[in-house]
């Protein structure tokens, strides 16, 4: 199988710094906010050098994914939109009926990332009290309860958080949307077993990952079915390794170092393994972040989320995704600062490689 790769778009806002100074206004031209005009723009070049998809992410600070996506979908040809949704602020047949209609609305380019939700304090913002476990439990009800609706069943459902009477949706689409599930912890791996196409975790060292993508892979056997994995790093890709790493380290000396102690606190007290486990990579320290060749733990310090970085030059990105594609990932997610012009970067200096070497189809 070819590598599915996929860029991000930034409906949070975008710039050139990983985090705004902890105190004070931001550098001049070092923030953008949202606008439907350079989301457009994102959009479109991703589309043009053949990325697959675009993760649409779903936060406190970022535009409607739902919205975002339909608004888009007329305006590219062939890039899937993967919209995060959280399970427990939807019911899961509207969200069977949503789905069918983007499907709808852009051709059959719909993806769904469900995050469960790993930061407990934005959870409760939404009025969702649940814990790590249950939250992961009412997921796996969830995509349960999602897949038959899907199908146009007429069905009653009582479980633990849902209860449908006379579940419907009465106008399924053909091909219904591809399912990834986040998350690195065992509660994670066992719903995406259960229920997923897609394990999605965060851009570790590639033992750390070929582990725990066997882990899952038995839970899937356990189940009777396969399952596909994917991660999601930022990318620093320039014409030689030196320009790129200079980037890495300029980066690093934006961030306020009163930023990195606050997320540093933040990132001890999750309830996110994933969190956890950017956090380990590099303790704190700002020093020694090359955490295995060309992958760099820098954005941990101060960015929730995914904290590494592929750096280097085209070749050395290339030869990183390469080794992950053999490592069994069949879907990867790059993002980078700031998006459009990085799509340009990657779009011009990696991906030709990428499609010349194979692992890209086209």
């Not at 899961?92 to 609305?105: D, E, W």
């Not at 476990?133 to 958080?161: K, M, N, P, Q, S």
């Not at 999601?232 to 306020?256: E, K």
Request: with cysteine; glycine share 10%; proline share 6%.
């Amino acid at each position: 199988m070819s590598l599915q790769l996929h860029w991000f778009l930034p409906t949070h806002g975008d710039g050139r710094e990983v985090a705004q100074p902890s105190s004070g206004p931001p550098p001049p031209g070092a923030r953008r906010d949202v606008d439907p005009d350079y989301l457009r723009q994102v959009a479109l070049a991703a589309d043009r050098f053949g990325f697959t998809g675009m993760l649409v992410p779903f936060g406190m600070f970022c535009e409607d994914p739902w919205l975002v996506s339909a608004a888009l979908a007329a305006d590219t040809r062939r890039i899937r939109f993967m919209v995060a949704m959280r399970p427990g602020l939807i019911s899961p047949v509207l969200a069977a009926q949503s789905a069918a209609t983007l499907q709808r609305l852009s051709g059959g380019r719909l993806q769904l990332n469900v995050v469960t939700g790993g930061d407990a304090d934005e959870q409760r913002r939404y009025g969702d009290w649940l814990s790590h476990d249950e939250r992961y439990a009412r997921t796996g009800e969830f995509l349960d309860v999602f897949r038959r609706a899907w199908t146009g069943e007429r069905f009653d459902h009582t479980g633990t958080h849902y209860r449908i009477r006379a579940g419907l949706l009465t106008r399924p689409y053909p091909v219904a949307p591809e399912i990834f599930v986040g998350g690195s912890s065992d509660a994670a791996r066992e719903v995406a077993a259960a229920h997923a196409d897609v394990l999605l975790a965060w851009g570790e060292p590639p033992a750390a990952m070929a582990e725990a993508m066997g882990r899952a892979r038995e839970l899937a056997g356990a189940h009777g079915r396969t399952l596909s994995f994917g991660t999601r790093f930022h990318v620093i890709a320039r014409d030689t390794s030196a320009q790129a790493w200079q980037v890495a380290r300029q980066l690093v000396d934006g961030m306020d170092p009163a930023r990195i102690r606050q997320a540093q606190q933040r990132f001890r007290s999750t309830e996110s393994q994933g969190q956890q486990r950017m956090a380990a990579l590099h303790g704190g320290r700002t020093d020694d972040l090359e955490v295995y060749p060309n992958v760099w733990a820098g954005y941990g310090l101060v960015r929730p989320g995914v904290g590494t970085a592929l750096v280097g030059s085209h070749e050395d990105v290339a030869d990183r995704i390469e080794e992950y594609h053999r490592l069994g990932l069949d879907h990867l997610i790059l993002s980078a600062q700031p998006h459009l012009e990085e799509a340009y970067v990657v779009g011009e200096g990696v991906l030709p490689l990428l499609r010349k070497r194979g692992v890209l189809a086209g």
